[in-house]
């Protein structure tokens, strides 16, 4: 099992930055890859990240392109998505999520967090 906690949200106004964190305990959090996924009110979940277990293959949404950036602290058990030039359309609940291969696919992701309200006021 692996336990998966995120942090940073917040609100914040249009152009402002965050990072959020996605904190992982249980099984070694470094043999997953790790996924960002967002869900704004009265929408479907989407894909917007994710990263190898080695940090060495990143992807994201082209609607996020350019302004967020993921990375990982493999000795910290942590994964961040930096968001720059937030947008409003940006609102959402953001979850982490970890899965055995590298993915953009919901599906395949074994383990969730519960999630963090980020709110971008225009």
């Known amino acids: 099992q692996v336990q998966l906690v995120e942090s940073g949200g917040g609100l914040v106004q249009a152009g402002d930055s965050l990072r959020l964190s996605c904190a992982a305990s249980g099984r070694t959090y470094s043999n997953y890859a790790v996924g960002w996924f967002r869900q704004a009110p009265g929408k479907e979940r989407e894909f917007v990240s994710a990263?190898?277990?080695?940090?060495?293959?990143?992807y994201y949404a082209d609607s996020v392109k350019g302004r967020f950036t993921i990375s990982r602290d493999n000795a910290k058990n942590t994964v961040y998505l930096q968001m720059n030039s937030l947008k409003p359309e940006d609102t959402a609940v953001y979850y982490c999520a970890a899965a055995s291969w590298t993915t953009q696919i919901e599906y395949e992701y074994d383990y969730w967090g519960q999630g963090t309200q980020v709110t971008v006021s225009s």
């Open positions: 990263i190898s277990w080695s940090g060495g293959s990143r």
